[in-house]
């Protein structure tokens, strides 16, 4: 049934906001309208440009950013979003805007115990109170983003703390709860904006740390603002009106804890920990006032809740806190809300300060809901910032000449062969050292200044380009006999071209033995770049080695030292630079963990994992490096497929997903490591093949295992073959010793 509401619920805020797009293709809304807090004339709406409009219509740039920093001033609810306290507009910031806010809010009443309420005494449970005292003080704080002109997201979290003496325990804390939420809107005029908002509400456990995921709520929002500042005579006052279904499940937090009382929890602990048991049907109205040039903003908001019984909660007629139920006396608290925003320095910045007075529902109390207190003081702070910087403003200064000074030369900088410019290129005067260097824009193109009759000469530098040079001459203008020059005019075409560099990169590396530290020289290197080209070499005297004009992308880089096992690395090479990499080899073994059988790869040491998991420890890295070696050299082996086994312990389908993650892990490792991914297969068998039985500790560790089981060779030839052509002088790559006989 939850689900179910749930999901209706989001198709319709959906539908909701499709409805909203469609118009606003149609040309009806348009989405993110925000407020405008411009004062006098400037108050006024920017009115839509479209096609067709007069020119006197066209966005004014001062105008528009006058509007974008009037929307920094606006505070959030205590959930988020946009609006008052407790009621949003459906309005928002501009496009790139943040919002945090902190509020605090305190309250302190006896109220909760009455003659026609009273609790329990919990100190003699055959007593009864008709009084108590109750302390509240908490703190939220809130963060918002405009993604975009027409959504706002959001998200609150919040902490919170009640006493009462009158209750065990005495204090109670609701830590943690946090709400995230989104909210659409636009503007359907000057002074009438819609939106919808959906909140998800993650509601932390009682008695333990963490969130309950059965006490996870959702608010859905429809939103309608009449911001009269945007009239034709524009008057200082906002109204917004919010409808909000809320699928409150607070009241699962507390199930087992009702359940181990057998008892609903108190009037108090409701109260405390914010818990209704069913769900409700939220009114809110709030009016908003400027005033002092909108820096004094004080605000009225109206608050109806009305519980709609959606979860069929049975309330107890006689319950242990005399409180009336739902299905016999209708119930609809209500809260009027007087306070005020401030803005007294700098654009963005506001101080809050707001008083909840409750009118209905403070001498009533429901079992299905939490109490309604009196009163509830808020004070808070927000600020708001914006992403983009105000664009400068430039002054165009007109000089009037009698003629033109001389000509311009515009230049074109491209690759050849490509109609496409290259921007950022450095344009230097080789034959005018005095004037400075000029830069292309994007679209490849320079213009200098008028310059002179004579010739010009120009150094054209650009990254990934080879430098180049490209000269014009400027003629001197023609004049009749006895007549004065004429005027110089028009300006010169330029033709730059410039030769692109090879993209290509350099490996650049070392090998050195891993236990020592030292550095190894006359290692066979082989470098397979990512267009599959073999480079061959070797390390010099001290270890190291360098490759050119290798491919960018991922190479794989293999190490064939005398007396050390095959290593392999992967490298993403980078163009145009050199690109480090320092390979670690391993001596052979005196006694191999490793030996080549004709149907098997046979280890004489299990690869070890942590407990319960696919994670390789680093004590099996020599293992790895070993099995790695020996298909590296023998690639005769086609095909091996990697076993994972299990012991016995644990479910079957739990072992069963265990050996496949180990069996993927070794696979993953020696892909890492230059074996050739086709010529692996991870399967895991779980529990299902145990070489011994399991039941002792000694046999579960033998059938707790990874296997290297051949399934595709080539015949045997006299000796391994090569791992790749050594380079003209450098010795053989691939040479390494013969596998171990095959055991019996």
Not at 280 to 296: C, R, S, T
Request: contains cysteine.
């Amino acid at each position: 049934m939850k689900t179910t509401g749930t999901l209706v619920l989001s198709l319709l805020l959906l539908g909701g906001a499709a409805g909203t797009a469609l118009a606003q293709e149609n040309g009806t809304v348009t989405f993110g309208g925000g407020a405008s807090t411009q004062t006098g004339a400037a108050a006024t709406a920017a009115p839509q440009t479209t096609e067709g409009e007069p020119a006197d219509r066209a966005a004014d740039p001062d105008k528009d950013w006058a509007a974008r920093e009037s929307k920094l001033n606006e505070g959030m609810t205590l959930n988020g979003g946009v609006g008052l306290i407790h009621t949003q507009h459906a309005q928002g910031g501009a496009t790139g805007q943040f919002r945090v806010d902190f509020t605090t809010e305190y309250f302190s009443a006896g109220f909760l115990c009455t003659r026609e309420f009273p609790c329990r005494d919990p100190r003699n449970p055959n007593n009864v109170i008709q009084s108590d005292s109750a302390d509240h003080i908490g703190g939220r704080l809130r963060l918002s983003m405009q993604v975009v002109k027409w959504l706002d997201t959001y998200l609150a979290t919040s902490a919170l703390a009640n006493s009462n003496p009158a209750n065990r325990p005495s204090l109670l804390q609701v830590l943690g709860d946090s709400t995230f939420g989104a909210k659409a809107h636009g503007q359907l005029s000057n002074v009438f904006h819609v939106g919808g908002a959906f909140e998800l509400w993650l509601v932390n456990g009682t008695g333990a740390v963490g969130l309950d995921g059965a006490g996870t709520s959702a608010k859905f929002r429809g939103l309608a603002t009449a911001d009269l500042r945007g009239a034709d005579k524009p008057i200082p006052l906002r109204i917004s009106t919010n409808l909000t279904y809320v699928l409150d499940n607070s009241g699962e937090v507390v199930a087992a804890t009702e359940t181990a009382r057998g008892a609903p929890i108190t009037r108090i602990e409701r109260f405390g920990l914010n818990v209704n048991r069913v769900d409700h049907f939220d009114i809110h109205l709030g009016a908003e006032l400027f005033a002092a040039q909108e820096k004094v903003r004080p605000f009225l908001e109206y608050h109806v809740l009305i519980p709609v019984n959606r979860q069929d909660y049975r309330c107890r007629q006689n319950n242990p806190s005399s409180d009336k139920c739902l299905a016999t006396d209708p119930f609809a608290p209500s809260t009027l809300t007087l306070g005020s925003r401030f803005y007294p320095w700098k654009k963005g910045f506001n101080l809050t300060a707001a008083l909840d007075i409750g009118v209905s529902g403070v001498g009533t109390f429901i079992e299905e809901m939490r109490p309604t207190p009196p009163w509830m003081l808020y004070l808070g702070a927000g600020w708001a910032f914006d992403t983009q910087d105000k664009p400068p403003v430039i002054q165009e200064r007109v000089v009037e000449r009698g003629r033109p000074a001389g000509r311009r030369i515009r230049g074109f900088v491209h690759e050849e062969g490509k109609a496409e410019g290259i921007g950022g290129a450095i344009v230097a005067w080789e034959n005018h050292p005095e004037l400075t260097s000029l830069a292309t824009g994007t679209d490849g193109r320079f213009t200098t200044h008028d310059l002179p009759a004579g010739p010009y000469v120009f150094a054209v530098q650009a990254e990934g380009y080879k430098p180049g040079q490209c000269s014009t001459t400027i003629a001197a203008p023609a004049a009749a006999p006895g007549q004065a020059p004429a005027p110089e005019g028009g300006d010169v075409q330029l033709d730059c071209v410039l030769e692109a560099l090879p993209r290509v990169g350099n490996i650049v590396g070392k090998v050195k033995d891993l236990d020592t530290g030292l550095f190894v020289g006359g290692a066979a290197i082989k470098v397979v770049d990512v267009a599959k080209k073999e480079l061959s070499g070797s390390t010099d005297g001290q270890g190291a080695f360098r490759f050119e004009l290798v491919t960018p992308g991922e190479a794989s880089i293999t190490v064939d030292a005398e007396g050390y096992l095959v290593s392999s690395e992967q490298l993403d090479v980078k163009v145009r630079q050199d690109n480090p990499i320092e390979i670690s080899v391993k001596k052979k073994p005196k006694n191999p963990l490793v030996a080549l059988q004709s149907k098997e790869i046979v280890i004489r040491q299990q690869v070890q994992f942590g407990v319960d998991s696919a994670v390789i420890l680093p004590a099996s890295t020599g293992l790895l490096t070993e099995i790695a070696d020996v298909l590296l050299k023998n690639p005769r082996i086609r095909r091996v497929e990697v076993q994972g086994h299990t012991d016995g312990t644990g479910a079957p389908g739990h072992n069963q997903k265990l050996s496949e993650d180990r069996a993927s892990a070794v696979v993953a490792w020696l892909t890492a490591h230059g074996v050739a991914a086709d010529r692996l297969t991870a399967k895991g068998y779980g529990d299902s093949k145990p070489l011994v039985p399991n039941v002792t500790e000694l046999n579960k560790q033998r059938n707790r295992r990874v296997q290297f089981i051949i399934t595709e060779q080539d015949p045997a030839a006299a000796a391994p073959g090569p791992l790749g052509a050594p380079a003209l002088g450098a010795p053989a790559l691939g040479t390494g010793a013969k596998a171990p006989a095959p055991k019996n």
